[in-house]
């Protein structure tokens, strides 16, 4: 079993940034592909980005891509999502995911979910 708790989320203007985090803890953590997934109001929960056991691979939802960078610290059991250059349509609670081996954008692969962190961006 693995427990994920997420941090970071808040209320920023457009344009600005906020760094979340999700800790980790059950399972070695260097074996778990991860991921960020977000669920706006009224609409259906989408993915974000992902990233590797390793580390050495990311991949983003073309919505994010060049604005959010997705990361992780084995070392400290935690992954990381900084967002840069937010707007609006950023509005979401955002959610942390690991599953064992090999990283995807379908939520339904995923075995492990957080709690959720609310993200809003006023414009």
């Known amino acids: 079993q693995v427990q994920l708790v997420e941090s970071g989320g808040g209320v920023v203007q457009a344009g600005g940034s906020l760094r979340l985090s999700c800790a980790a803890s059950g399972r070695t953590f260097s074996s778990l592909a991860m991921g960020w997934f977000r669920q706006a109001p009224g609409k259906e929960r989408r993915f974000v980005a992902s990233i590797t056991g390793s580390g050495g691979s990311t991949y983003y939802a073309d919505s994010v891509k060049g604005r959010f960078t997705i990361s992780r610290g084995n070392a400290k059991n935690t992954q990381y999502l900084q967002m840069n250059s937010l707007k609006p349509e950023d509005t979401a609670v955002y959610y942390c995911?690991?599953?064992?081996?090999?990283?995807?954008?379908?939520?339904?692969?995923?075995?492990?979910w957080g709690q959720g962190t609310q993200v809003t961006v006023s414009s």
């Open positions: 995911a690991a599953k064992p081996g090999v990283w995807s954008t379908y939520d339904a692969r995923y075995d492990y």
